[in-house]
């Protein structure tokens, strides 16, 4: 169980903008993971060959729904930040604060 949590908004700008990274990285590699294996299919013809075209598109297909994950999952915790400054702010003045 948690002990402590602890949410501020830099925090969640934090994550949002460390998987936005990861993201990037992931489609870096998809990249090159496709171009490597479109290079290494035409090394094969026929069923060989068909039959690693359609798993490669299948692989490539369900590593960018992954990325177009992380990328909502970023713009969430965005979001997440910008409302929860907000909140906090709000709060903050109506207990007094002026700044």
């Not at 501020?8 to 489609?27: M, V």
């Not at 590699?29 to 290494?40: D, K, P, Q, Y």
């Not at 729904?65 to 903050?92: I, V």
Request: no cysteine; proline share 1%; hydrophobic share 50%.
């Amino acid at each position: 169980m948690i002990e402590h949590l602890e949410v501020t908004p830099y925090r969640l700008s934090t994550a949002a903008a460390a998987i936005k990274a990861a993201g990037g990285e992931i489609d870096a590699l998809v990249g090159t993971l496709m171009r490597e294996s479109a290079t290494l299919s035409l090394q094969w013809s026929g069923d060989a060959q068909q039959a690693f075209a359609r798993a490669q598109a299948q692989l490539g297909e369900r590593l960018v729904s992954r990325t177009a994950l992380l990328s909502r999952m970023s713009d969430a915790l965005e979001e997440l930040a910008t409302a929860y400054g907000e909140a906090d702010l709000a709060g903050a003045r109506a207990l007094g604060a002026t700044a």
